[in-house]
């Protein structure tokens, strides 16, 4: 890899820290030649610390290493992306990240429409609301509905209508988020079995 460390006077460059499963931003360090060679050696990111004036690996302090499972460089080769395992979290705040986010996954829009659903969840009085009135009527009938959504879904995908497809394709998924709420589970639970079966597979 060939990064120009040249560019600065202390030739450090700045290593931006990825979760790898959920492209979360975790923390921003520095590295030089040096500590990005023994990152890729040991598996386990290190820095060069500016405070203390020598090479830093993340963890060894506290325990909560990063895991190393890929690196990337810029156009400019003065910038390192380096994807991560975090054994625990990253700041030294006790914080997911060092922004005080959470580093759940999130899947774009459909995360939107899961904190949707749930205010619609915890607001069953809601009697304008199609799924606080979903929820009023219980597992059942959410359960039934994901159902009827399921057939007329492979009913669509069998005929040419890739409109129709689609459309169908999509209250399936929206009454399954439902129903997922329903027994107390969100996306993130159904990614973690996916990724466990990958992982072991």
Request: glycine letters at 6%; proline letters at 2%; aromatic letters at 8%.
């Amino acid at each position: 890899m060939n990064v120009d460390f040249s560019k600065t006077q202390d030739g450090l460059v700045p290593a931006i820290i990825q979760d790898n499963v959920t492209s979360k931003v975790l923390m921003l360090g520095y590295m030089n030649e040096e500590a990005l060679t023994k990152t890729q050696a040991t598996g386990k990111v290190t820095f060069y610390s500016r405070s203390k004036n020598r090479l830093w690996t993340k963890g060894e302090e506290s325990g909560n290493f990063l895991h190393l499972t890929d690196v990337k460089l810029d156009c400019d080769r003065d910038t390192l992306l380096i994807s991560v395992q975090p054994e625990g979290p990253t700041c030294h705040t006790g914080s997911d990240t060092c922004w005080d986010e959470k580093n759940d996954p999130n899947f774009g829009f459909l995360t939107i429409l899961e904190e949707i659903i749930s205010e619609r969840k915890n607001n069953t009085q809601n009697q304008k609301s199609y799924v606080a009135s979903l929820f009023r009527s219980g597992i059942n009938k959410i359960a039934q509905k994901v159902g009827e959504e399921a057939v007329e879904t492979v009913i669509e995908a069998k005929d040419d209508n890739d409109d129709l497809f689609l459309n169908e394709s999509a209250d399936l998924l929206f009454h399954y988020l439902i129903l997922l709420q329903a027994k107390g589970f969100r996306l993130n639970d159904i990614a973690a079995v996916l990724n466990s079966r990958h992982s072991s597979s």
